[in-house]
């Protein structure tokens, strides 16, 4: 089956700290999704990715869609302790169906 | 605003017991994705529905587990009977077909915790 892999698998950083995570795969995709989970809610979507080396922002919040479309990265600017949270990548291929990473657990020191 | 409701939010049981777990979708959206969370496995798709027609369902578990949607306003998980390994958050993500792909915009989510 298609192995995913989501990393780090945690971080601890201070307030006003970039982060950085990513998922890479042995697959080929066709999208990338990066969401994020609060504690006890469902994930939301932050970004969507459509095409090999694409670079989208939202806010504080960049991702880029890898050139050889079996990779993602997300970056956080100067994180605030509301980013805290999990954050998943959610790649789709042909058959429409979105694999979901293991996720980064992100904890932000105040 | 629009949002996915789930109920309950909070289900415990004992092993053996039927668990009914419902979703009630944002109007207008015709697709509804039901996943299982767990720590191990992360999010696990379990069954897809597009205009209240199943059309996967391979990641649930058939013996025990069905999936319907009665109207467009309803879907329902049904667990009989329930066992501690059912024990997960489930999610109910509902959106609209197109594209290249289909939108998901996930509910609070049922913890289940099966004794």
């Known amino acids: 089956g298609q192995q995913l892999n989501q990393s780090p698998q945690s971080m601890f950083i201070q307030e006003g700290e970039d982060v950085s995570m990513n998922c890479t795969s042995s697959?080929?995709?066709?999208?990338w999704l990066w969401y994020k989970q609060d504690p006890g809610e469902g994930p939301v979507l932050l970004i969507a990715l459509y095409k090999a080396g694409e670079l989208t922002s939202n806010g504080r919040l960049t991702a880029q869609f890898g050139i050889t479309r079996k990779d993602s990265f997300l970056n956080i600017s100067a994180s605030i302790p509301s980013d805290v949270g999990i954050y998943f990548c959610a790649p789709a291929g042909n058959n429409r169906k979105l694999i979901w990473g293991l996720g980064t657990s992100l904890a932000v020191n105040p | 605003d629009a949002r996915v409701t789930q109920t309950p939010r909070h289900k415990v049981t004992e092993m053996g017991q039927e668990v009914t777990m419902r979703c009630q979708p944002i109007l207008g959206h015709n697709t509804v994705f039901w996943y299982r969370q767990t720590m191990m496995q992360g999010l696990e798709l379990l069954a897809y529905?597009?205009?209240?027609?199943?059309?996967?369902d391979s990641g649930m578990p058939k013996d025990r587990f069905s999936a319907e949607m009665p109207d467009a306003t309803l879907a329902t998980l049904k667990i009989q009977p329930s066992e501690p390994r059912d024990s997960a958050v489930y999610f109910c993500?509902?959106?609209?077909?197109?594209?290249?792909?289909?939108?998901?915009?996930f509910g609070p989510g049922t913890r289940l915790t099966v004794l």
């Open positions: 529905f597009r205009n209240r027609a199943p059309l996967d």
């Open positions: 697959s080929i995709f066709n999208t």
């Open positions: 993500a509902t959106g609209t077909s197109g594209g290249t792909l289909d939108t998901q915009y």
